[in-house]
């Protein structure tokens, strides 16, 4: 679950009138499961969310249920996570466990996404990455050319955005500054014409491109005829992927290929600026552009 899942989640509980804490580690110090920002939900009856498990949620959701059954206020507690819990991780905490009202949900800060992603093709590599993207805090563009390319019976969270439209490069455009691209479409003349375009932009931070060495090469000459610049096409990353990871199952190259996205989102010059309104919500676009 996502921070923008889990604030979601919030308000539809407190819309319903469901009765729920809110335990927020308020302030951390040294190493601890999950840092100062971090929230959990519990209810009488679910928990979503999480601090980090073991001991230390547990413990955590026993006392919020005991003060959301006597009806308490806020409360804070300071925990030494050796001392006090015997966990290995020797920092300390702070953790605040409220009420969920009106005041919890507008204090919650809307999180800026880890980065924001064009995902171009929609085959089985692009499906099986949309599938772990589903649950880390990004933005996606996912783009196609083909409506009959995305899978019908998938229901996708609110920070992945399927776009079909064409012609398909030309959404380089609409990239949000800082962004960064995978391509990986049926068509190598199709992620030629992405990639021309994508290297010619000065939106896009970081770009990425399924194939071989061999079809690297190709692509170097190719681009290097239509006068793209030296320096753009040797910081193409291609072929992609995290290094050590051997395999061409679409599930195995997801994986290599998400983590690469995050090695490159833990660069700050890479963070794209935080979203005006509900995080992973689509910005305002072309209205040309045909939206399934």
């Given at each position: ?41 519990v ?12 001991h230390?949620?547990w ?69 099986a ?28 969270p ?19 500054p ?82 690469q ?32």
């Amino acid at each position: 679950m996502t921070d923008a899942d889990l604030h979601a989640t919030a308000a539809a509980w407190l819309a319903a009138g469901r009765a729920a804490r809110v335990v927020q580690v308020l302030r951390h110090r040294g190493s601890v499961p999950r840092e100062a920002g971090t929230r959990m939900l519990v209810a009488g009856d679910a928990v979503a969310g999480t601090i980090g498990g073991g001991h230390l949620e547990w413990q955590a959701i026993q006392q919020a249920r005991v003060r959301l059954r006597l009806g308490e206020p806020a409360a804070e507690r300071d925990i030494a996570l050796g001392p006090t819990l015997g966990q290995c991780c020797g920092g300390a905490l702070t953790l605040r466990d409220a009420p969920l009202d009106a005041q919890a949900l507008a204090d919650w800060p809307q999180p800026a996404p880890l980065f924001t992603l064009q995902l171009y093709g929609a085959g089985h590599v692009g499906r099986a990455i949309v599938a772990l993207l589903a649950g880390i805090d990004c933005r996606v563009q996912w783009i196609d050319e083909r409506e009959d390319a995305f899978p019908v019976d998938q229901t996708l969270p609110a920070h992945i955005e399927r776009v079909c439209v064409e012609p398909v490069a030309a959404e380089v455009r609409a990239a949000v500054p800082g962004s960064l691209a995978l391509i990986l479409t049926h068509s190598h003349d199709l992620d030629l014409a992405i990639c021309e375009a994508a290297l010619r932009s000065d939106r896009l931070a970081w770009v990425g491109l399924i194939g071989s060495a061999t079809k690297r090469a190709r692509f170097e000459h190719r681009l290097a005829a239509r006068g793209v610049a030296p320096g753009r096409i040797a910081a193409l990353a291609c072929p992609i992927g995290v290094p050590g990871i051997t395999g061409k199952q679409p599930a195995v190259i997801a994986v290599a290929v998400v983590a690469q996205l995050l090695q490159q989102a833990s660069t700050a010059a890479l963070r794209p600026p935080a979203l005006t309104g509900r995080p992973g919500a689509a910005q305002p676009c072309d209205p040309t552009r045909l939206h399934r």
